[in-house]
C-alpha cells in the first residue's frame, strides 16, 4: 500500500512539473504581450508593471494583422472541408475492397505525407504561376492536400475497418443506395473519426509556414507568414508579435476543446 502510494506522489509531482515546464512558454508569451517594447528589452520581471492592451489593439484594427487570420481561416476551413471529402470514399475503398496494389498504394499515400513540404514547393509555384493560382486562398488549401489526404485517410481506415461490413449489406439489402447508406448511416458510425480527421487537418494547415508564405503575396497572407515580418525601422516589435503569438494559438485550443473526446477515442483504437 505505501509503494502504491508513493509511486501516485512520484507520478503526481512528474505530472505537475510537466505542466509547469509546458505552460511556461505560453505564460511568457502572454506577459509579453501585456508589455510595452521598452519593458521587454528592459529588466526581466514575471509581471508586467505597467499593464497594456495595446499590442492586441494594433491587432484587432491594422488591417495587415487582422487579415491574416481571415485568410488562414479560409484556406483551412476549405483545406479541412477538402481533404476530408476526399478521403472520405478513399478510405472506404480501402476499407472495403481488396484490388491490385492496394497495400502498395496505400503505402504510397503516407510516403506523401513523409516528404517536405520544401520538395513540393517548386512544381506548385511554377504550376500555380501558370495557371493563376498564385495569392488565393485555393492554391494554399489545394497544396495542403498533399500532406492531410494521405493523413486522413490512413485515419479513416482505421475507424471504417472497425465497423463491420454486414451492416454495409444490411442497407443494401434493404434497399438503400450507396450515398444513402453512407450518409444516412455509416457516417454517424465513424464521426469520432472524422472529428479526429479535420482535427489533424487543422493543425498541420495553420501552422505550416513554407508553403502559405510562397505561395501567396498579398490577398492572402496567411498569420504565420505576417509573424516573420515585424521588424521596421524602429526594430522588432517584440510586443505585437507576442500578442499575435497568443491569438494565434486560440483558435487551436478551441478546436482540441470541440474534438477532444473523438482524440481520446482515436487514441483508444491505436490509429491516433
Same mark, same amino acid.
Given at each position: ?23 511556461? @512558454?505560453?505564460? %511568457? ?6 508589455? =510595452? ?16 492592451? /495595446? $499590442?492586441?489593439? #494594433?491587432? *484587432?484594427? /491594422?488591417?495587415? %494583422? ?31 475492397? $481488396? ?5 502498395? +498504394?496505400?503505402? %504510397?499515400?503516407?510516403? $506523401?505525407?513523409?516528404?517536405? @513540404? ?14 493563376? +493560382? ?12 498533399? !500532406?492531410?489526404?494521405? +493523413? ?15 451492416? /454495409?449489406?444490411?442497407?443494401?439489402? /434493404?434497399?438503400?443506395? &450507396?450515398?444513402?447508406? *453512407? ?12 472529428? #479526429? =480527421?479535420? &482535427? !489533424? ?12 508564405? =510562397? ?12 509573424? =516573420? ?11 505585437? +508579435? ?16 470541440? #474534438? ?13
Amino acid at each position: 500500500m505505501m509503494q502504491n502510494s508513493s509511486r501516485q506522489r512520484f507520478a503526481s509531482a512528474s505530472l505537475v512539473v510537466y505542466l509547469l515546464l509546458a505552460l511556461l @512558454p505560453i505564460y %511568457w508569451m502572454l506577459n509579453m504581450s501585456l508589455k =510595452t517594447n521598452e519593458e521587454i528589452v528592459g529588466a526581466l520581471s514575471v509581471w508586467p508593471a505597467n499593464l497594456t492592451f /495595446d $499590442n492586441f489593439k #494594433v491587432i *484587432f484594427t /491594422d488591417p495587415s %494583422w487582422y487579415k491574416g487570420y481571415i485568410n488562414s481561416s479560409i484556406f483551412v476551413a476549405m483545406n479541412m472541408v477538402l481533404s476530408v471529402s476526399v478521403a472520405l470514399p478513399a478510405a472506404y475503398a480501402f476499407s472495403r475492397y $481488396n484490388f491490385l496494389g492496394d497495400k502498395h +498504394l496505400f503505402f %504510397w499515400l503516407l510516403t $506523401n505525407r513523409m516528404t517536405p @513540404p520544401a520538395v513540393f514547393l517548386l512544381p506548385f509555384f511554377q504550376l500555380y504561376s501558370s495557371v493563376g +493560382l498564385m495569392d488565393t486562398h485555393i492554391a494554399v488549401a489545394l497544396a495542403h492536400m498533399v !500532406f492531410n489526404v494521405p +493523413l486522413a485517410v490512413w485515419i479513416l481506415e482505421g475507424f471504417m475497418s472497425g465497423i463491420p461490413k454486414e451492416i /454495409d449489406e444490411t442497407a443494401y439489402i /434493404d434497399g438503400y443506395s &450507396f450515398p444513402r447508406f *453512407f450518409i444516412k448511416i455509416f457516417l454517424p458510425l465513424i464521426k469520432s473519426g472524422v472529428g #479526429v =480527421t479535420a &482535427f !489533424f487537418c487543422f493543425m498541420f494547415s495553420w501552422v505550416e509556414l513554407l508553403l502559405a508564405r =510562397t505561395l501567396t503575396s498579398v490577398n492572402a497572407k496567411p498569420i504565420t507568414a505576417i509573424m =516573420t515580418r515585424t521588424v521596421s525601422a524602429a526594430g522588432m516589435d517584440w510586443g505585437v +508579435l507576442a500578442a499575435a503569438g497568443v491569438l494565434t494559438i486560440v483558435p487551436g485550443a478551441l478546436m482540441i476543446w470541440f #474534438v477532444r473526446h473523438y482524440i481520446a477515442k482515436g487514441f483508444a483504437m491505436g490509429r491516433v
